[in-house]
């Protein structure tokens, strides 16, 4: 009789571990190497998580708000990477200054504003505010969908964020980066 050996969910205590660079995740992603579904954090490949209905509901829902808004020369992404020192996250929404044709042969390594929708995924989305801040990006959002609170992180200094404000029902929600940018909280958590 064969048994099977489960994987660890978590690396080994004291197990050397190889972290990855950028360019090398991109490599063996190319290659086939490295399941779909993935980015790339601190060196380390992560599954991302699944997408529920409403988180994608909300994200599809801030990109077109955002896009409503956007003027030239800020384009908005989903679910596309941003490079950052030795990660690649994929937010739901990002802001980023340039064309399309700026990106073709690289990612955009920061942005005006990123954010974040999460519904079982906010200890994960937070663990990507040191990459953000490291890339200089400008503003982040977290939508904490359960909560129906934004956490907004701004000012980035070296790999924190100096500022933090949480914002909730009833509230305006502004954004400093893309000032033209304006979410009514009760409308955006209405289904």
Known sequence: MIKTVETQPMPL???PLWPLSVVAYR????????????ELLFGFVYRKMSKSP???????RLAR????????????R?????????????????????????????????????IEVCVT???????????????GVKECWLVLVEQKLVEVYRQPAGNKFAECTTHGPG???????VPEFTVELDALFTR
């Not at 490079?83 to 739901?92: H, I, K, L, M």
């Not at 906010?122 to 663990?127: G, K």
């Not at 509230?171 to 980066?177: A, D, E, P, Q, R």
């Open 65 to 76: 708000m955002l896009q409503a808004v956007a003027k030239p020369g800020l384009l908005i």
């Open 121 to 135: 995924s906010v200890d994960y989305d937070r663990s990507k505010l040191p990459a953000y801040a490291a890339a």
């Open 13 to 15: 205590q004291n197990a």
């Open 54 to 60: 409403i988180r994608s509901s909300l994200a599809m």
């Open 27 to 38: 490599a063996l992603g190319e290659a086939g190497l490295i399941p779909k579904n993935t």
């Open 171 to 177: 509230g305006t929600l502004v954004s400093s980066s």
């Open 78 to 114: 989903t679910e596309q990477p941003v490079t950052c020192v030795d990660s690649e996250p994929e937010p739901d929404v990002s802001a980023v200054r340039g064309d399309e044709k700026d990106f073709w042969t690289d990612h955009p390594h920061t942005a005006e504003l990123v």
